[in-house]
């Protein structure tokens, strides 16, 4: 099983950074969390913001987050919506799916001619 995020939404802000004060370097990265298997492929409501300053190279935490940049925080994330959660069947399920119902039939059939 794998895990990983993709990027649904990168959003410039006008903030100073904490780290190095600059004004036009702070970026807001939404991401959403997909699962996936041999057999499926899901994706889930769970999503992770993370604010990185492109001048200094740093990731700003939110423990160095002022109040300016907190509200700003909130209110991109309300105005940002998720892909829809789904989950997606491969060709493997599919044929194990097909191979159990084929056994379980062929099951069925030899209970009733014996």
Do not use: H
Not at 7 to 35: A, H, M, W, Y
Not at 75 to 88: G, H, I, N, P
């Amino acid at each position: 099983m794998t895990e990983n995020y993709v990027t649904v939404k990168d959003v410039s802000l006008n903030n100073n950074c904490p780290e190095c004060f600059s004004k036009d370097g702070l970026r807001l990265i939404f991401k959403q969390r997909i699962v996936e298997t041999t057999f499926y492929k899901s994706i889930t409501k769970e999503f992770k913001k993370e604010l990185i300053c492109n001048t200094c190279n740093n990731m700003i935490y939110p423990v160095n987050w002022t109040d300016d940049i907190e509200r700003v925080l909130k209110y991109q994330e309300k105005a940002f919506t998720l892909k829809k959660a789904s989950t997606y069947f491969k060709t493997p399920f599919w044929i194990a799916v097909s191979l159990i119902s084929i056994l379980i039939t062929a099951i069925i059939v030899a209970a009733f001619i014996l």
